[in-house]
């Protein structure tokens, strides 16, 4: 039994998603995302003018007649939402909470893809995969997800981010538009990410905090990894650290960026400090603008 308190966050955060996802919001993810495949629906015999790159030379060969294929454009998409519940995501440094910023996007997503009619599914994971929602449509669905994204007390501190990935690429053979969704303070394979980027379209976004990046004078502070408890202790005074501080976590975010693009997936970078809508909303124009510009 939910309390009352629980019950108004989930209808907060309900009414604040499906107020962000405007008409304005789910023109640029329908553009963004229109045009995403196409399904085999038929063979049929080969007549003048059509596509000669659409004969299937197997049946061709096989029956001594042309033959083709014929797809039909895919309509409904399925959007699964990767999310990590970790412990490194409640840190709270210049910006909001993480696990807030994470659960604000994964419902803006839910409303814009049931909006668009398309269905919408949930994993969570730390350390474990603790929860899966099966893709579904509908209003009471993204209520549904929203509850447990709000509701899941998370049983694992830390982040397998290689045991999430494999569980979903074992689970899900269809594609699908999945995000992933963490601070990605964990190590992965490359090559895992390449996978699921072959058999799915995968967006990576990265949930970070300024705080994270820049060190500010504070003299000597006590750091704590919320995952493995692990506590270290660091002179902010000293600006050799402080630089050296930077140049760490702008490498790290540099080759994060690289990582991804090699995998064949799309990095989305989500700052703790900004709007989520209009860190989405400039993310899907600038994604609609290079699909044109690859026309």
Same mark, same amino acid.
């Given at each position: ?19 962000? /996802? +405007?008409?304005?919001?789910? %023109? ?5 995302? =229109? ?21 299937? !030379?197997?049946? $061709?060969?096989?029956?001594? $007649?042309?033959?083709? =294929?014929v797809?039909?454009?895919? #309509?409904?998409?399925?959007?699964m ?5 970790? +412990?490194?995501?409640y840190?709270? %440094?210049?910006?909001?909470p ?20 398309? =269905? ?17 449509? %509908? ?8 509850? #447990? ?6 049983? %694992? ?8 990935? #494999? ?5 899900? =053979? ?20 390449? &996978?699921?980027?072959s ?29 493995? +408890? ?11 650290v402080?630089?050296? !501080?930077? &140049? ?14 090699? /995998?064949?997936?799309?990095?989305l ?12 909303? #400039? ?13």
């Amino acid at each position: 039994m939910l309390s009352a308190d629980v019950i108004a966050k989930i209808r907060l955060l309900e009414l604040k998603a499906d107020h962000l /996802a +405007s008409d304005m919001l789910l %023109g640029d993810y329908v553009s963004a995302f =229109k045009g995403r495949g196409w399904d085999f629906e038929e063979l049929r015999e080969y007549v003048p003018g059509d596509d000669l790159r659409s004969i299937d !030379w197997n049946v $061709t060969a096989r029956t001594s $007649t042309p033959f083709v =294929k014929v797809y039909r454009e895919e #309509r409904d998409m399925t959007v699964m939402l990767l999310l990590d519940v970790s +412990s490194s995501l409640y840190f709270t %440094g210049q910006g909001r909470p993480k696990h807030e910023i994470a659960a604000e996007f994964a419902a803006v997503l839910a409303f814009l893809a049931t909006r668009h009619k398309d =269905k919408v599914g949930l994993l969570l994971f730390s350390e474990t995969v603790e929860h899966f929602t099966p893709p579904s449509k %509908g209003r009471k669905h993204v209520w549904d997800i929203i509850r #447990r994204v709000l509701t899941h007390k998370a049983v %694992g501190q830390g982040t397998d981010l290689e045991g999430a990935l #494999r569980y979903f690429l074992n689970i899900r =053979k269809k594609r699908a538009l999945v995000f992933l969704i963490s601070d990605y303070y964990a190590a992965y394979k490359p090559s895992l990410l390449r &996978q699921l980027a072959s058999r799915h379209e995968l967006i990576c976004a990265r949930i970070q905090d300024e705080a994270e990046t820049v060190l500010p004078r504070a003299g000597i502070v006590a750091m704590q990894d919320k995952e493995s +408890s692990e506590k270290i202790y660091v002179d902010t005074d000293d600006s050799s650290v402080r630089e050296a !501080w930077a &140049q760490k976590q702008a490498s790290t975010m540099e080759s994060w960026t690289q990582n991804v693009r090699a /995998a064949g997936a799309t990095p989305l970078v989500l700052p703790t400090n900004l709007s989520v809508a209009e860190t989405l909303q #400039r993310f899907l124009r600038q994604r609609d603008a290079r699909r044109r510009s690859q026309r």
